[in-house]
C-alpha cells in the first residue's frame, strides 16, 4: 500500500503518477492567473536584454557597481555581511526559480510551508519574478504565494531579475535603494550605442499596487533587509555567501574581489549563486572578471566551503566532489516554481570524480522523460506513438545509459523500438562516447527551446525546495519534493539527504 512519504525513489505513486487527490494549493492562488507562455513572441521581446548583452557587451557589472555605491550611501554595511542572532543549531531553505506565478510555483508553498515552518529565514536562489523582473508582478509572484511563511526571506537575483536592470529588486530586498543615474550616453553607431538602442528598460511600477502587496509579508519577524545583490550571513557556525551572476552568469571585478575577501577566515561557508558550478553533467566554474573562477574560491582549502548551491535550472541535482580529500557538494536547486527542465538529457555522470553511483538528480530521468512524452503526445496530437508510461520511461532510459533505475520499472516491462525512437527524439541521455541516431544535435537545444514550453497546468510537477539544518559539527540538507497532489502537501517527501561535516577532515 502506498505511504504518503513515498518517494519517487519508492514508488510511482510517490511520483506523482496516478489517480491522486488534488493538492489545496489553488485555494492560494489569484482568482485569474495569466498564464505565461515562453513561446508568445511577446514575453521574448520583452526578455531580449540577455541576447542584446551576449551581442553588444554585458553592462551588468558597471550597473550592479552603481547599484551597490547607492546602496553604500543609503547605509548599508561595507562588508555586505548580515548578521542574524541564531543558536547553533538552526535551520534555513533555499527555494530556487521561484515567479512564474502559476500552479507549479503556488503547488510548492503548502509543502514549504509545513517542512519550514520552524526555518529561521529563507533564500531565493535566482530568478525571483519571470518573464523580466517588474514591479508590477511581485504581488502575485513573491509576497502573495509566501505571505505565511512567517521567516525572512533573502534573495540573490537571476538572470530575468536583470531584464529591467535590477530596479524592482532593489526595491523589494534592498530597501527601496533609489535608482542610481544613468550611464553616460555611448557614442553613436558603437555597440554600446547598439545595445542602448535596444535595451528593454522598466515601466513605472503601480505604487498603489506595489504597496498592497508589500501588505502580504509586513509583519515584523518577516522582514528583512539586505545589503546589495550580493552578501554574506553570519549565522549560528557558518556563513552564507550569496553571489549576483547577472545576465550572462559571470561576475565583476568588484564583487570578485569581495568574494574573495568575504571568503577568508576558518568559518565554514555555503555559497548560493545563480549559475550553478556543475549541472547537466558538466563543470560550469563561472569566470571573474579580471581572472579566476568563482570555483576557484571555493575549492581553496583555506575558505572552508562545503558546498555551493545554484538555481537557473529548473530541476535538482547534486554532485559531491572530492577535493584534495575532502567533499564539497555541488547542488543545484532551481525547482521552486518555474517550467521543468528535464533531466532526461542529462548523459551518464562522469565529472569532477562524480559517478552514476554518487550523483542524485529530481525528478527521476524517467520521470523526466514520461512527462516529456505526454506533454508532446498532447500538443503535436500523437498520444499513441510518444506517450511512455513511467515505467517504459524508466527502463527505456536505464538501458541506454546503462544504469540500475533508482526505482525498479517492474519485471513486465519491455522496452521497445518505439520507446528507443521516442527516447531519442525527446534527447534522452546516453552512455558516454556512444554514437546518437536521431538525438536532437544539440542538448543545449532541447533543454532551451522545447523545456520552456513545458508548463503544464496538471500535476505532476515535479518542483522541490530545500531545507538545511545547521548544527555546530555537520549540515543536513534535505530536497523535498512538490507534485500538486495532495499526498505531497500532507507529507511532503524526501527525494535526496545528505549530512555534510562542518569539522576539516582529520
Known amino acids: 500500500m502506498h505511504r504518503v512519504s513515498d518517494s519517487s525513489r519508492d514508488t510511482a505513486q510517490g511520483a506523482g503518477w496516478g489517480a491522486a487527490e488534488p493538492g489545496t494549493y489553488k485555494r492560494l492562488m489569484p482568482d485569474h492567473v495569466e498564464k ?19 551581442w553588444f557587451g554585458d553592462p551588468t557589472g558597471r550597473t550592479r557597481s552603481r547599484w551597490v555605491a547607492a546602496r553604500a550611501m543609503a547605509g548599508a554595511p561595507a562588508d555586505k555581511v548580515v548578521r542574524r542572532d541564531v543558536p547553533e543549531r538552526f535551520s534555513f531553505l533555499v527555494i530556487g526559480d521561484t515567479g512564474e506565478g ?3 510555483q503556488y503547488a510548492v508553498v503548502p509543502g514549504l510551508l509545513k517542512a519550514g515552518r520552524d526555518t529561521d529565514f529563507a533564500v531565493i536562489a535566482s530568478d525571483v519574478i519571470y518573464p523580466v523582473g517588474s514591479a508590477d508582478d511581485y504581488g502575485d509572484k513573491f509576497f502573495r504565494p509566501y505571505q505565511d511563511y512567517p521567516a525572512p526571506i533573502y534573495a540573490i537575483p537571476g538572470n530575468h531579475d536583470w531584464y529591467e536592470d535590477l530596479g524592482a529588486f532593489m526595491r523589494v530586498f534592498c530597501a527601496d535603494t533609489p535608482p542610481p543615474g544613468p550611464e553616460p550616453r555611448p557614442r553613436p553607431l558603437t555597440r554600446a550605442w547598439w ?10 511600477a503601480d505604487e498603489q499596487r506595489l504597496a498592497a502587496a508589500r501588505a502580504l509579508r509586513s509583519a515584523p519577524g518577516q522582514q528583512a533587509v539586505q545589503p546589495g545583490p550580493y552578501w554574506a550571513i553570519d549565522a549560528g557556525p557558518v556563513r552564507i555567501v550569496g553571489i549576483d551572476t547577472g545576465l550572462l552568469g559571470t561576475v565583476d571585478a568588484e564583487q570578485g574581489a ?18 550553478p558550478l556543475y549541472v547537466d553533467g558538466e563543470h560550469h ?20 566551503y562545503v558546498a555551493a548551491i545554484g538555481g537557473d535550472i529548473h530541476n535538482y541535482q547534486r554532485y559531491p566532489v572530492d577535493v584534495d580529500g575532502r567533499t564539497i557538494q555541488y547542488v543545484v536547486a532551481g525547482g521552486g516554481g518555474a517550467f521543468m ?14 559517478t552514476e553511483d554518487a550523483f542524485r538528480c529530481y525528478p527521476l530521468r524517467g520521470d523526466s522523460l514520461a512527462f516529456y512524452s505526454r506533454l508532446y503526445g498532447r500538443r503535436l496530437r500523437l498520444r499513441r506513438f510518444f506517450t511512455l508510461t513511467e515505467a517504459q520511461a524508466t527502463a527505456v532510459v536505464a538501458e541506454r545509459l546503462g544504469i540500475e533505475p533508482a526505482r525498479a520499472p517492474g519485471p513486465d516491462v ?41 508548463t503544464t497546468y496538471s500535476p505532476p510537477f515535479f518542483k522541490c525546495f530545500l531545507r538545511l539544518d545547521v548544527g555546530p559539527d555537520a549540515v543536513r540538507l534535505r530536497c523535498f519534493a512538490a507534485t500538486g497532489n495532495r499526498p505531497q502537501e500532507v507529507d511532503p517527501p524526501v527525494e535526496d539527504e545528505v549530512v555534510i561535516p562542518l569539522s576539516p577532515p582529520a
Not at 38 to 45: E, F, G, K, M, T
Not at 290 to 300: N, P
Open 36 to 54: 505565461l507562455s515562453w513561446l508568445d513572441p511577446r514575453v521574448l521581446w520583452a526578455a531580449r536584454n540577455g541576447v542584446l548583452a551576449s
Open 102 to 104: 502559476g500552479d507549479s
Open 195 to 204: 545595445r542602448s538602442l535596444l535595451w528593454h528598460r522598466a515601466r513605472p
Open 258 to 275: 569581495w568574494l574573495r575577501e568575504i571568503s577568508r577566515g576558518p568559518r565554514p561557508k555555503i555559497l548560493v549563486t545563480g549559475s
Open 285 to 304: 566554474p563561472c569566470p571573474i572578471e579580471g581572472g579566476g573562477t568563482v570555483d576557484e574560491i571555493v575549492r581553496a582549502p583555506g575558505h572552508r
Open 341 to 354: 527542465h528535464a533531466t532526461h538529457t542529462i548523459p551518464r555522470v562522469s565529472v569532477g570524480g562524480v
Open 414 to 454: 519491455r522496452v521497445t523500438r518505439r520507446a528507443r525512437l521516442v527516447a531519442s527524439l525527446l534527447g534522452a541521455g546516453r552512455r558516454p562516447g556512444r554514437p546518437a541516431r536521431f538525438r536532437l544535435p544539440v542538448r543545449k537545444i532541447y533543454t532551451q527551446l522545447f523545456s520552456p514550453s513545458s
